[in-house]
């Protein structure tokens, strides 16, 4: 049974980094497409990135390109989100998941991604 656990998500101002880990157990871990999105209050939820299971492609919301950096380390299995310059609309819940499909590139579609951990919090202050 595979499991993710995210961590590091905390209060901070604007302008601050943050860097995310999740923490994947069960399964082949080094086979996984990965993915990070983040949910607001009352807001639905939206892609930040993505990234293949050998970590050469990733791709990026709009709203975090060139801020936000998606890496993994296999041999610890975990992926990271480390987040930079933030800002008060970077406010949600972080959520890692794992993309269910084998073959195909990495996805910004919520509904390819079959498991997911159960968040941490990020808020921004201004």
């Known amino acids: 049974q595979v499991r993710l656990v995210e961590s590091g998500g905390g209060l901070v101002q604007a302008g601050d980094s943050l860097r995310l880990s999740c923490g994947v157990s069960g399964g082949i871990f080094m086979t996984y497409k990965m993915g990070w999105f983040r949910q607001a209050p009352g807001k639905e939820r939206v892609f930040v990135a993505a990234i293949t299971s050998g970590g050469t492609t990733s791709i990026y919301g709009d709203s975090v390109k060139g801020r936000f950096t998606i890496s993994r380390d296999n041999a610890k299995n975990t992926v990271y989100l480390q987040m930079n310059n933030l800002r008060p609309e970077d406010t949600a819940v972080y959520l890692c998941?794992?993309?269910?499909?084998?073959?195909?590139?990495?996805?910004?579609?919520?509904?390819?991604?079959?498991?997911w951990g159960q968040g941490t919090q990020v808020t921004v202050s201004s």
């Open positions: 998941a794992k993309d269910s499909r084998r073959f195909s590139g990495p996805s910004i579609s919520a509904s390819n991604y079959d498991i």
